[in-house]
């Protein structure tokens, strides 16, 4: 008789989760909570960037990503430089190594097919592409769910993209401008599908229309420099940013309103302490939050969310409240547009904070409007995303064991690739 620990799916989750961003992490929740209530069987551990933090917070075995513990901070030392060295060259035989043990690897969610934020191709991209073509190699099926994707300047760090996306076994995107980006590079999209975002998938706090005189609103805040593309200039695009959102925070609180500020990543609270110190007011406080879940219940809890970070609006959009995006790529746009809400939009690298209160008074007057939209989207959402991890894992787990599994996958690479 065959026990269940040797028919069981060995499922390995790979990425930068536990490393600060909330958004990262609510998306490996998603996953987790689908393959626990649907493939209770399946032994799942990661491969990520804050190893510690995964296994205490989800209680799954959990390897560091990089050899090398400080793979992201900037080497100036000669130690440091050598064990970043090192590391490229130790990391392709533990990453190979790692995915050997798995019958799959999803990676859940995240922008990891992009560069809409300052990245060099030596970091994730490089390490990315070793996870997918050791998949490719060893025959363990990499899938791509729910990622994020878009143009990329820079030719090192498009070519690594470009061939991750191509040796994975399976790609589904959270939006359809993704999935241009990647058709763009050369990648045959014809089978992949377009999804709302993992994060729909999580459960909603629980909601109800404000009444009374004007409440809180929830500002979500970002340590915004501008993208990949925008190094030269990233100083200024920063200080533009922090001085229109100060200006914002500062009109409504002239106004009386409550504001609770919002983060996404750890990174992000030098942003905070700047409002807090140049608005100095009793109204102004930082919400603290440490996951999706505690962003949702802020918003839930809020009259209006103007909001940067594209899971803080995902947060606001799921919990039903009335959202400004603060918009730095073409995902938030893509996000707004498909809750409704696509008029709300304002430049994150030119916060013009007169326009932004403009608009953000004309989203309130359309506030029970809005909410009724957003209430009918969400369920759209839902039942989009459970049909889409419903079907992602009968295609990644069938009945017939580890072998179909593997032959299927990438059978369906195969056809995707030629």
């Given at each position: 008789m065959?026990?269940?620990?040797?028919?069981?799916?060995?499922?390995?989750?790979?990425?930068?989760?536990?490393?600060?961003?909330?958004?990262?992490?609510?998306?490996?929740?998603?996953?987790?909570?689908?393959?626990?209530?649907?493939?209770?069987?399946?032994?799942?551990?990661?491969?990520?960037?804050?190893?510690?933090?995964?296994?205490?917070?989800?209680?799954?075995?959990?390897?560091?990503?990089?050899?090398?513990?400080?793979?992201?901070?900037?080497?100036?030392?000669?130690?440091?430089i050598a064990g970043k060295g090192l590391g490229k060259l130790l990391d392709p035989v533990r990453t190979a190594a790692w995915v050997r043990r798995h019958d799959v690897v999803?990676?859940?969610?995240?922008?990891?097919?992009?560069?809409?934020?300052?990245?060099?191709?030596?970091?994730?991209?490089?390490?990315?592409?070793?996870?997918?073509?050791?998949?490719?190699?060893?025959?363990?099926?990499v899938a791509l769910v729910g990622v994020g994707a878009a143009p990329i300047g820079n030719r090192p760090t498009r070519a690594l993209v470009r061939w991750s996306a191509r040796l994975a076994a399976y790609r589904s995107y959270?939006?359809?401008?993704?999935?241009?980006?990647?058709?763009?590079?050369?990648?045959?999209?014809?089978?992949?599908?377009?999804?709302?975002?993992?994060?729909?998938?999580?459960?909603?706090?629980r909601t109800s229309a404000p009444s009374g005189p004007p409440g809180a609103v929830c500002v979500g805040v970002m340590d915004f420099h501008g993208g990949n593309d925008d190094r030269a200039r990233a100083d200024e695009i920063h200080r533009r940013y922090l001085d229109g959102m100060i200006r914002f925070v500062r009109a409504l609180v002239e106004d009386g309103r409550p504001v609770r500020l919002l983060t996404g990543d750890t990174c992000d609270a030098s942003v905070v302490a700047a409002i807090l110190d140049a608005v100095d007011s009793p109204l102004v406080t930082d919400a603290e939050v440490t996951s999706l879940?505690?962003?949702?219940?802020?918003?839930?809890?809020?009259?209006?969310?103007?909001?940067?970070?594209?899971?803080?609006?995902?947060?606001?959009?799921?919990?039903?409240?009335?959202?400004?995006?603060?918009?730095?790529?073409?995902?938030?746009?893509?996000?707004?547009?498909?809750?409704?809400?696509?008029?709300?939009?304002?430049?994150?690298?030119?916060?013009?904070?007169?326009?932004?209160?403009?608009?953000?008074?004309?989203?309130?007057?359309?506030?029970?409007?809005?909410?009724?939209?957003?209430?009918?989207?969400?369920?759209?959402?839902?039942?989009?995303?459970?049909?889409h991890l419903t079907a992602l894992t009968a295609a990644l787990f069938p009945a017939t064991g580890h072998t179909h599994t593997h032959t299927h996958a990438h059978a369906h690479a195969e056809r995707k690739t030629r």
């Open positions: 065959t026990s269940a620990k040797e028919t069981s799916v060995r499922v390995g989750v790979f990425g930068l989760l536990g490393s600060g961003n909330l958004g990262n992490d609510g998306s490996l929740e998603a996953v987790l909570g689908h393959l626990r209530a649907e493939h209770p069987e399946a032994v799942v551990d990661a491969l990520c960037g804050g190893a510690e933090v995964v296994a205490a917070r989800y209680g799954i075995p959990a390897t560091r990503l990089h050899w090398y513990r400080g793979e992201y901070r900037t080497a100036s030392r000669a130690g440091a999803i990676v859940p969610g995240m922008g990891v097919l992009e560069a809409t934020l300052p990245l060099r191709p030596w970091g994730f991209p490089y390490s990315l592409f070793l996870l997918c073509a050791s998949g490719r190699l060893l025959r363990t099926p959270r939006d359809a401008p993704s999935r241009d980006a990647i058709r763009e590079m050369g990648v045959d999209t014809a089978r992949d599908e377009v999804h709302p975002d993992l994060a729909f998938a999580l459960p909603s706090p879940a505690d962003l949702m219940k802020e918003t839930a809890a809020a009259d209006t969310v103007v909001a940067t970070r594209y899971h803080n609006l995902i947060c606001a959009l799921k919990a039903g409240t009335p959202t400004l995006a603060l918009s730095y790529a073409a995902k938030s746009e893509a996000l707004m547009e498909r809750m409704g809400l696509g008029a709300y939009c304002h430049p994150a690298r030119e916060v013009d904070a007169g326009q932004l209160l403009e608009q953000f008074r004309e989203l309130e007057q359309r506030s029970a409007e809005l909410r009724q939209t957003l209430a009918e989207r969400n369920l759209v959402a839902a039942r989009q995303i459970e049909e």
